[in-house]
């Protein structure tokens, strides 16, 4: 499952996975992430929620779920 998240992070736009790897992987608040990609909090709370989506159906897929 490791290498099937691994693949499914690597689809994501960069914008997204850049937004979600900080926020949900290096655990960084979403003010941090927003200084640190020079965006808005509310523009990283959106990528990362649309990178979760996107994540979830391309693991879903893989793993023969319907999300």
């Given at each position: 499952?490791?290498?099937?998240?691994?693949?499914?992070?690597?689809?994501?736009?960069?914008?997204?996975?850049?937004?979600?790897?900080?926020?949900?992987?290096?655990?960084?608040?979403?003010a941090?992430?927003?200084?640190?990609?020079?965006?808005?909090?509310?523009?990283?709370?959106?990528?990362?929620?649309?990178?979760?989506?996107?994540l979830?159906?391309?693991?879903?897929?893989?793993?023969g779920?319907?999300?």
């Open positions: 499952l490791a290498q099937q998240a691994t693949a499914a992070l690597d689809r994501l736009p960069d914008l997204y996975r850049s937004a979600f790897v900080l926020r949900d992987l290096e655990e960084l608040s979403t941090e992430v927003a200084q640190v990609l020079g965006i808005e909090p509310a523009t990283v709370r959106q990528r990362v929620h649309r990178a979760r989506l996107m979830r159906g391309y693991l879903s897929a893989l793993v779920v319907k999300s």
